[in-house]
């Protein structure tokens, strides 16, 4: 077997790697597949102290052979008789819509962090025999305890990336019940950790599926370019099922002529390379995306894939082999005009058509994996994207449950979006303090990412502080430099460090010659506040740091791009100042009912002038 062989096959099998926590294997591109909905209206009972899954002697009730039917939420167990002591009802609760989170939906519920069981009772017809069936969420926010007619079928932590589980043979055709116990209670050794500088939105907050596939289906594949050959694609599938040796999949793109066929090897894997001339190259300026079937046994997984190389050269940043500016903006997954974390198709048209409107060809998407809408749709607009674990500010760097936490919640977001064209950066973190044990951690983080996808650049948002013993040298003194492909910093002169007039001295040391990217810079502005641009929160005063921020970076030799902080006010609990901030952050170029700042001007400006250098 040739070496680039047997080089692809080690690849491949590291691109499908097992995740960590309870969860069944991660199927991808649920969308494409056949799905049965369970969105709409779940009943719910807030359960603060957690009553109905630990016992007063705090065991929990799961665990227990003969859990109490009095108590245990999750039996959904109903009075079978007069003296039959239940002391909780879902058909008498109220209800909460699904995908959403709940704070926006329930005053009372605004502020809320704790448990809340969520009950959905569903008759079920599959759409033919002898399928298989998975319950998928999209993500659930933070900790959810799943459980079908009453039996346990596992848990999933982390607010922000897909999980499933098989219920074959678990369902009735009649009256069956999902019920889940979600907690987002913030704690410290979790991820993120116990302070953001985010709201909590807590709740099943996107959509819930059963998928029905066949008994032996195609659970994964990975269909891209490889790293710097944009006439070499690579394909790598997985299947799942009992029959999973030896089997033929065929891999049909018919835009492009190329149908190929594999064999699974003994676990159902099965890897090769074409080679593909005059591809339809995606770009930003030439989004194409081409059809792509993946077939087993007739049965046909479809999917709409770009094919790009991205690579760096020195401190530039190519895509399909040419030089580009990243002219990006942050961006939080929320709807600030409805309200609440967004979660659909619409939301992401909205927040990545706001981007457009400045002239962005690039966002970071902050802080966590946003929901698959975002970079599907993305794709289609013709928008590169950052995307990122929420390894945000002090984890616990030294807790190996909170490493394969962190590890597990990359791992999902890798396996969900690798065949997006959009996504070209992986971040493995966000302003995490330099310490032995922390970059420790994230080279590992590093390590995981680059045996799973070799297609991608990696970075981080690392903090730059002002060299000692001079008055404006700004330094980025960070050993994970070394290992990230693009060197990304936070950086906030003229807003957290002194006066926009500061920008004008400040000189950055950066000795790497690598891109280099300013993932957040940016001032509070009240949208319609206005005044001199020396008053602080007004827009003239965002427009005035925009300004000289701008000037500041263009003395950066290696910028290759920008993500200002941010595209829209956001919701904070840490936001308190009355009549400016009311617990939103105002960074926003663009308040949350979608008003223009002065800055936002500013920005397009600069992205017109840019997008006229890097044609
Ligand atoms: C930080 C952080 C953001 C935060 C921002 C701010 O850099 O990464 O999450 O919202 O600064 O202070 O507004």
């Known amino acids: ?81 007069p003296g039959d002591r239940v002391e909780y009802d879902f058909d008498k609760a109220d209800n909460l819509l ?190 194409y995306l081409y059809d792509v079937n993946i077939v087993h046994n007739d049965n046909v997984l479809h999917d709409r894939i770009g094919f790009r ?65 975002m970079v599907r749709i993305a794709d289609e607009m013709g928008i590169m994207v950052w995307s990122e674990v929420p390894v945000y500010w002090t984890i616990h760097w030294e807790n190996e449950n909170t490493f394969n936490n962190a590890r597990n919640q990359l791992v999902q977001m890798i396996t969900r979006d690798k065949n997006r064209a959009s996504v070209i950066i992986w971040s493995m973190a966000n302003e995490t303090p330099v310490s032995e044990s922390r970059t420790a951690f994230l080279k590992r983080m590093i390590e995981t990412t680059r045996s799973m996808d070799q297609v991608r650049l990696i970075s981080a948002a690392l903090e730059r502080h002002t060299k000692p013993g001079t008055d404006n040298i700004q330094v980025i003194e960070d050993p994970l430099q070394e290992f990230v492909d693009v060197i990304s910093f936070n950086q906030y002169i003229g807003w957290y460090a002194g006066l926009p007039e500061r920008c004008a001295t400040a000189v950055f040391e950066i000795n790497y010659d690598k891109p280099v990217i300013i993932s957040e810079f940016g001032g509070g502005a009240l949208q319609g506040h206005h005044g001199s641009k020396d008053q602080m929160w007004t827009e003239e005063f965002q427009e005035h740091l925009y300004d000289e921020t701008l000037k500041m970076l263009e003395k950066i030799p290696q910028l290759r791009g920008i993500t200002p902080w941010i595209l829209a006010d956001f919701r904070s609990p840490r936001r308190t100042l009355s009549d400016i901030q009311d617990g939103w952050n105002r960074k926003g170029v663009i308040s949350q009912t979608g008003n223009r700042k002065k800055a936002f001007y500013v920005l397009r400006e600069y992205y017109l002038t840019k997008k006229e250098q890097f044609k």
């Open 98 to 287: 699904v995908p959403r989170d709940w704070n926006s939906q329930k005053e009372n519920l605004f502020y809320y962090e704790g448990a809340i069981w969520y009950y959905k009772a569903f008759n079920y017809v599959p759409t033919s025999d002898n399928m298989r069936q998975f319950l998928y969420f999209g993500a659930v926010n933070y900790e959810a305890h799943v459980y079908l007619n009453g039996e346990k079928l596992g848990m999933h932590q982390g607010g922000f990336t897909p999980f499933n589980f098989e219920i074959t043979g678990k369902l009735k055709p009649n009256d069956n019940f999902v019920i889940l116990m979600v907690d987002n209670t913030r704690k410290p050794e979790a991820v993120p950790t116990i302070n953001t500088d985010w709201w909590n939105y807590g709740g099943i907050t996107r959509d819930v599926k059963i998928v029905e596939v066949a008994e032996t289906f195609i659970q994964d594949y990975f269909v891209q370019l490889a790293p710097d050959n944009s006439e070499l694609i690579q394909i790598s599938v997985r299947l799942n099922g009992d029959e999973i040796a030896g089997q033929t999949v065929s891999i049909d793109i018919p835009e492009a002529k190329i149908k190929v066929n594999v064999v699974t090897d003994e676990n159902g894997l099965a890897t090769t390379q074409v080679r593909a001339r005059k591809l339809n190259l995606w770009h930003p300026e030439n989004p």
């Open 1 to 81: 077997m040739r070496i680039k062989q047997i080089g692809l096959i080690v690849l491949m099998l590291s691109v499908f790697n097992g995740t960590l926590f309870s969860q069944d294997a991660q199927i991808i591109n649920v969308s494409n597949r056949s799905t049965v909905s369970l969105n709409g209206y779940w009943r719910y009972i807030v359960d603060p102290y957690q009553t109905g899954f630990y016992d007063y002697r705090q065991i929990q009730r799961d665990t227990q052979t003969r859990p109490s039917t009095a108590e245990s939420l999750f039996l959904g167990y109903k009075a079978q008789f």
């Open 309 to 373: 190389t991205i690579k760096t050269r020195g401190s530039d940043i190519l895509v399909n082999g040419k030089s580009v500016f990243l002219r990006g903006i942050c961006i939080h997954e929320e709807n600030g005009v409805r309200g609440g974390r967004a979660y659909s198709e619409e939301d992401a048209r909205m927040l990545l058509g706001w981007a457009k409107e400045l002239g962005c060809n690039f966002v970071r998407l902050a802080h966590y994996p946003h929901n698959e809408n």
